[in-house]
């Protein structure tokens, strides 16, 4: 039977539809697809907020470009400004996941996640127990690193620490300069990635696009890629809804939920949430009947 909370006509029907597919079973295979958004409630600025994204906040750092700070070449010529925004943005207050985090492993709990892919850097995905069969972590990871000349590997403790006296963390055994595991723009993506995200999106019965501007390519395929009838839930707190690409311009209905300031617009096959993702996430928790395993979850992590 359906539950109540299902039954709530204050949801758009796409919305309940979804709910009671998972409640029944019929969704099993969930993909996740998360960006920086996700990440500013553990204190972790994004890039393209206004004001409090990374892009607005460059000026002392003295780049010939804004996206400099991550670019392949630009680190070999001048890596200094990278690891300092490593310490001074990512890692200084210790970020912990997210409920947002914690929600996809509870996905993965229920036994209906397929894969999660995040375009996030910061390791907060692992830390938040997601599986490694289950992670893609499209851009690499700051939680390890490795000497650009001889390989040798290190952990992001011992990158902290080196940074805490020197701006630029140097091998242990040679001149090399170390660095994180992560992707810099212009530099080769993981070489099964499309291939990977090409067989997750055949088997994936609803999309979960969360906290990101989708600007980032090719992660952002999977959007475009998804067969039409699948479902897809876009949970962002800006009206970058309205440029989702390859999303349905929802003119029909505004459901409101002042309690948490969110809003949702939906077409027959695609939610999009507007809200801060931990809103966001206590709203879909509670019409899943998940609210308290996701409290249990992040009691025991
Ligand atoms: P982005 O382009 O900065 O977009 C972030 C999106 O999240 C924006 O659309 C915001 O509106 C939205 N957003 C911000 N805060 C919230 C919130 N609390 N609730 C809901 N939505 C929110 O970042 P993307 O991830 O889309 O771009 C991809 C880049 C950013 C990747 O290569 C990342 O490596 C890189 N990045 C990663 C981190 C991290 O690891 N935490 C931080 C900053 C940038």
């Known amino acids: 039977?359906?539950?109540?909370?299902?039954?709530?006509?204050?949801?758009?029907?796409?919305?309940?539809?979804?709910?009671?597919?998972?409640?029944?079973?019929?969704?099993?295979?969930?993909?996740?697809?998360?960006?920086?958004?996700?990440?500013?409630?553990?204190g972790i600025p994004d890039f393209r907020s206004p004001s409090s994204g990374l892009y607005d906040k460059l000026q002392e750092y003295n780049l010939p470009f804004k996206t400099a700070i991550f670019d392949g070449s630009y680190f070999e010529q001048n890596p200094k400004p990278l690891f300092r925004v490593l310490r001074d943005c990512f890692f200084k207050t210790?970020?912990?996941?997210?409920?947002?985090?914690?929600?996809?492993?509870?996905?993965?709990?229920?036994?209906?996640?397929r894969r999660h892919y995040t375009q996030n850097i910061d390791g907060l995905d692992r830390l938040a127990g997601i599986s490694h069969d289950k992670l893609v972590e499209a851009h690499g990871t700051m939680q390890s690193a490795h000497c650009s000349e001889c390989q040798e590997v290190y952990s992001l403790p011992w990158m902290m620490l080196q940074l805490e006296s020197?701006?630029?963390?140097?091998?242990?055994?040679?001149?090399?300069?170390?660095?994180?595991?992560?992707?810099?723009?212009?530099?080769?993506?993981?070489?099964?990635?499309?291939?990977?995200?090409?067989?997750?999106?055949?088997?994936?019965?609803?999309?979960?696009?969360?906290?990101?501007?989708?600007?980032?390519?090719?992660?952002?395929?999977?959007?475009?890629?998804?067969?039409?009838?699948?479902?897809?839930?876009?949970?962002?707190?800006?009206?970058?809804?309205?440029?989702?690409?390859?999303?349905?311009?929802?003119?029909?209905?505004r459901y409101e939920f002042p309690d948490k300031q969110v809003w949702v617009e939906a077409s027959s096959c695609d939610v999009i949430m507007y809200g801060d993702c931990d809103d966001c996430i206590d709203l879909l928790t509670g019409w899943l009947g998940w609210s308290e395993s996701l409290i249990e979850l992040i009691q025991n992590a």
């Open 94 to 113: 210790h970020p912990k996941p997210t409920k947002t985090h914690f929600f996809v492993k509870l996905l993965e709990e229920k036994g209906v996640l």
């Open 166 to 253: 020197n701006p630029v963390p140097k091998c242990a055994k040679c001149p090399g300069v170390v660095r994180p595991d992560i992707i810099l723009f212009g530099e080769y993506l993981p070489d099964d990635l499309t291939k990977r995200m090409k067989e997750d999106v055949g088997e994936c019965d609803l999309l979960i696009v969360m906290g990101t501007s989708l600007a980032v390519h090719p992660v952002s395929t999977l959007v475009t890629s998804m067969r039409p009838q699948k479902f897809r839930i876009f949970i962002n707190k800006s009206n970058s809804g309205n440029r989702i690409p390859g999303v349905d311009p929802c003119c029909g209905r």
């Open 1 to 42: 039977g359906l539950s109540k909370k299902s039954q709530d006509n204050k949801l758009p029907a796409s919305l309940r539809c979804i709910v009671n597919k998972i409640e029944d079973g019929s969704i099993k295979n969930v993909v996740t697809l998360v960006g920086a958004g996700i990440s500013t409630a553990a």
